[in-house]
């Protein structure tokens, strides 16, 4: 078992906005980035943080905690407490295990370069 430590900090998530109606009369979202407040630590070489979103699906809790890969700004996975993911980070559950794999794959410095693209274009403003 490993000891995780959880920093208090500010970081930039992938997100998307609405942009417009389509034809076919479906809404259609573009890619932004938004910095949300939470708790950052590290895994493996991996910077990875963790913030709270409002839960929509039903009323049984009011906020979802979310882990997310800071590099890229993309969600990783969520629970109802936090606790559950940082057990899931200790326990090398299997959410983390392939989401490790991905971060070794070809697809992974795209997403990286393409989300500091987004985030050039979003503070420029």
Same mark, same amino acid.
């Given at each position: 078992?490993?000891?995780?430590?959880?920093?208090?900090?500010?970081?930039?998530?992938?997100?998307?906005?609405? @942009?417009?109606?389509? /034809?076919? @009369?479906?809404?259609?979202?573009?890619? +932004?980035?938004?910095?949300? #407040?939470?708790? &950052?630590? =590290?895994?493996?070489?991996?910077?990875?943080?963790?913030?709270?979103? =409002?839960?929509? &699906?039903? /009323?049984?809790?009011?906020?979802?905690?979310?882990? &997310?890969?800071?590099? &890229?700004?993309?969600?990783? +996975?969520?629970?109802?407490?936090?606790? =559950?993911?940082?057990?899931?980070? =200790?326990?090398?559950? #299997?959410?983390?295990?392939?989401?490790?794999?991905? *971060? /070794?794959?070809?697809?992974?410095? *795209?997403?990286?370069?393409?989300?500091?693209?987004?985030?050039?274009?979003?503070?420029?403003?």
């Amino acid at each position: 078992m490993t000891t995780i430590r959880l920093k208090r900090d500010n970081f930039p998530i992938y997100d998307r906005e609405f @942009s417009h109606i389509g /034809k076919d @009369s479906k809404p259609i979202y573009r890619p +932004c980035v938004r910095v949300v #407040s939470g708790e &950052t630590t =590290e895994y493996y070489g991996h910077k990875l943080g963790i913030y709270r979103r =409002e839960h929509l &699906t039903d /009323k049984r809790r009011k906020w979802d905690y979310v882990l &997310t890969d800071i590099a &890229t700004g993309r969600l990783i +996975c969520t629970a109802g407490r936090k606790i =559950e993911l940082l057990q899931a980070i =200790e326990d090398n559950a #299997s959410v983390l295990k392939r989401y490790l794999d991905l *971060a /070794k794959g070809l697809h992974y410095a *795209a997403m990286v370069e393409e989300f500091e693209k987004l985030k050039g274009a979003t503070y420029a403003k």
